[in-house]
Structure formats: structure tokens, C-alpha cells
């Protein structure tokens, strides 16, 4: 299976930033009481985040909008009742409708007055559907 970098190669109209450094990621871990899965670290170090065909993936980003602590503790104002475990990876930006993942990997979508579902085992499976 093509791992999530591999996937982000391919794509046309990518707009990535800096990567960011170990540090940066485990102190965004920290911030947030969460382990990142080994995908989304790997994604972390070589893009920092990044936006492409319709997507914004949060990240380390120095814009609020786009940075996965303050997306993240955003949600969980919004949605008192979201896992702890859980960091939000996609604001769809429309209805309160997000995109959160686990330590292992697993891709949920969650949103106001919604049911927690799950939609991917990884993030590339996500991405291609």
C-alpha cells in the first residue's frame, strides 16, 4: 500500500510548507495529551501541512486555520464530548464537519449532532476515496 508521502508526490496543485522539525511534533503531541500516528509524523516531517485538491491537511502551520493544536483545541471546545485521543487532521469547513485520527492510524469523521464514524484505516485511504 502507498504510504501517505508517496501519495502527496503525485499530486498536482500542492501547496506545502516547511517540514516540521521532531521537536516541533512532539511538542504538539504534548500540547495536546495525544501520540501522533507513524503516518501522520511522517506526513509532519516532510510537509509540515499542506493543501491540494480541495484539501487542507493541519499541521504544524504558523496560520491558526491550518495548525493541528489550535484546530484541535478548537474542536474540543465545540465538541466537549470528542475523545482525547483524537486530533482533528481536516476542518471541512462547513457545518462543523471534521476529520480526526487516532494513534493508530485509524480516519474518523465527526461533526455537531453527529454520530463518530469511521472512514479510513489510514489517511492516504481517506484521500483516495
Request: include cysteine; charge should be negative.
Amino acid at each position: 500500500m502507498m504510504t501517505l508521502n508517496e501519495f502527496m508526490v503525485h499530486l498536482d496543485c500542492l501547496d506545502a510548507k516547511k517540514p516540521a522539525s521532531k521537536e516541533a511534533i512532539v511538542a504538539a503531541e504534548k500540547a495536546l495529551g495525544v501520540r501522533f500516528s507513524k503516518e501522520y509524523k511522517a506526513f509532519l516531517e516532510e510537509y509540515g501541512y499542506a493543501c491540494f485538491e480541495g484539501h487542507s491537511l493541519n499541521g504544524i502551520a504558523d496560520q491558526v486555520y491550518l495548525d493541528v493544536v489550535a484546530v484541535t483545541k478548537e474542536v474540543r471546545d465545540i465538541l466537549k464530548d470528542l475523545d482525547a485521543s483524537l486530533y482533528v487532521v481536516e476542518d471541512l469547513h462547513g457545518d462543523f464537519l471534521y476529520i480526526v485520527q487516532n494513534e493508530k492510524g485509524d480516519v474518523f469523521e465527526v461533526g455537531l449532532n453527529r454520530k463518530m464514524n469511521q472512514i479510513a484505516s489510514s489517511l492516504v485511504e481517506y484521500l483516495n476515496q
